[in-house]
């Protein structure tokens, strides 16, 4: 009786295991759908209002570029600063706006990469002739047909492979993948430096449009000062917003990771763990060649990485990583 009780007992808590796991399976089935039309909705709002963010990101760095040369500059000539330090500061601050810019129209414009169309005929009469054995088939992308190289992914905003593909982002409206990323990189580096400057040399600006007019040392206009407190806070934000992103960004170039490969080592890290085993990043090749593999062979103290325009590119083509296995070897 007892038995029979506990038998019942069991089958009861078994069911009670079953029945959530197989409602959670039904409900994934049934949402499954409606996620996809989520996912394709998101895409193509990406595609449509990438060039609005293009154009937000470009009237944001107009605007302080504004302020500084038309507002910060004759305050600081007004307030006694002498002509060779002005000059000095309005070249620094020429010369970082103009790496702005010129890295973040190669980011926006340059295409990331694509791989090149799948060889299916060739590999096919190769493998024919070899019965079959001939070498591991290649990966080809089931949604653009294209040849997909190692660390190549579909961008689904894009719709097509992207070489090394790091990430979507519509404040470029691109993809960033192997050709772009370091002037993306760039890009980020010499905004969050831009910032820096503005917010540095424009503190004591600030703090004028801070107190009462009557109590200001120097006279301003109502729109100076609605100018200099906005460019001024904007700068600071973006610094703050650069300095989370970039650092993120320069931890993935020293290790020779993308966004989307730090997602997978670190779920691979998980695994591995649980199994007792050690995962590693097959294409970490220590800091010195993971750097020259985004910015080319170019010395890190050299500084020379910082000017794309002079220096060297990087070597590979985009299509194949040393692992630490061919160093090994
Ligand atoms: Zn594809
Ligand atoms: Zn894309």
Same mark, same amino acid.
């Given at each position: 009786?007892?038995?029979?009780?506990?038998?019942? /007992?069991?089958?009861?808590?078994?069911?009670?295991?079953?029945?959530?796991?197989?409602?959670?399976?039904?409900?994934?089935?049934?949402?499954? +759908?409606? #996620?996809?039309?989520?996912?394709?909705?998101?895409?193509?709002?990406?595609?449509? %209002?990438? +060039?609005?963010?293009?154009?937000?990101?470009?009237?944001?760095?107009?605007?302080?570029?504004?302020?500084?040369?038309?507002?910060?500059?004759?305050?600081?000539?007004?307030?006694?600063?002498?002509?060779?330090?002005?000059?000095?500061?309005?070249?620094?601050?020429?010369?970082?706006?103009?790496?702005?810019?010129?890295?973040?129209?190669?980011?926006?414009?340059?295409?990331?990469?694509?791989?090149?169309?799948?060889?299916?005929?060739?590999?096919?009469?190769?493998? /024919?002739?070899?019965?079959?054995?001939?070498? +591991?088939?290649?990966?080809?992308?089931?949604? #653009?047909?294209?040849?997909?190289?190692?660390?190549?992914?579909?961008?689904?905003?894009?719709?097509?492979?992207?070489?090394?593909?790091?990430?979507?982002?519509?404040? %470029?409206?691109?993809?960033?993948?192997?050709?772009?990323?370091?002037?993306?990189?760039?890009?980020?580096?010499?905004?969050?430096?831009?910032?820096?400057?503005?917010?540095?040399?424009?503190?004591?600006?600030?703090?004028?449009?801070?107190? +009462?007019?009557?109590?200001?040392?120097?006279?301003?206009?109502?729109?100076?000062?609605?100018?200099?407190?906005?460019?001024?806070?904007?700068?600071?934000? %973006?610094?703050?917003?650069?300095?989370?992103?970039?650092?993120?960004?320069?931890?993935?170039?020293?290790?020779?990771?993308?966004? %989307?490969?730090?997602?997978?080592?670190?779920?691979?890290?998980?695994?591995?763990?649980?199994?007792?085993?050690?995962?590693?990043?097959?294409?970490?090749?220590?800091?010195?060649?993971?750097?020259?593999?985004?910015?080319?062979?170019?010395?890190?103290?050299?500084?020379?990485?910082?000017?794309?325009?002079?220096?060297?590119?990087?070597?590979?083509?985009?299509?194949?990583?040393?692992?630490?296995?061919?160093?090994?070897?």
């Amino acid at each position: 009786m007892g038995f029979g009780a506990s038998g019942s /007992a069991t089958k009861e808590s078994g069911f009670l295991c079953i029945r959530p796991r197989r409602l959670a399976r039904q409900c994934l089935r049934c949402f499954a +759908p409606c #996620c996809n039309l989520a996912l394709d909705c998101v895409d193509v709002a990406l595609r449509v %209002i990438g +060039p609005l963010f293009v154009l937000l990101a470009l009237t944001l760095i107009c605007f302080v570029m504004y302020t500084f040369f038309t507002v910060l500059i004759p305050y600081r000539a007004d307030s006694g600063t002498a002509s060779i330090q002005l000059l000095l500061e309005m070249a620094l601050g020429c010369f970082l706006l103009v790496n702005i810019f010129y890295n973040y129209a190669m980011a926006t414009c340059l295409s990331p990469g694509e791989p090149p169309d799948f060889p299916g005929e060739v590999l096919e009469s190769k493998d /024919a002739e070899l019965g079959g054995d001939y070498a +591991p088939a290649p990966k080809q992308c089931h949604k #653009c047909l294209k040849l997909k190289p190692p660390r190549a992914h579909h961008c689904s905003v894009c719709k097509r492979c992207v070489l090394k593909m790091d990430h979507h982002c519509p404040w %470029i409206n691109n993809c960033v993948g192997f050709n772009n990323y370091r002037y993306f990189c760039l890009f980020m580096l010499f905004l969050a430096m831009g910032c820096l400057y503005y917010a540095f040399l424009g503190y004591s600006l600030f703090l004028q449009t801070m107190v +009462p007019a009557r109590k200001r040392t120097v006279r301003l206009k109502f729109e100076d000062v609605q100018c200099v407190t906005l460019s001024w806070l904007i700068s600071v934000c %973006i610094f703050c917003a650069l300095c989370l992103l970039g650092g993120f960004h320069m931890y993935l170039v020293l290790t020779n990771q993308t966004t %989307i490969e730090f997602h997978l080592n670190m779920a691979g890290r998980q695994i591995a763990r649980k199994r007792g085993e050690v995962h590693r990043n097959p294409y970490d090749l220590g800091m010195s060649r993971n750097f020259q593999q985004v910015f080319g062979p170019n010395r890190f103290l050299g500084f020379l990485w910082l000017l794309p325009y002079v220096a060297r590119r990087p070597t590979s083509s985009g299509l194949e990583y040393p692992t630490v296995s061919d160093f090994r070897a």
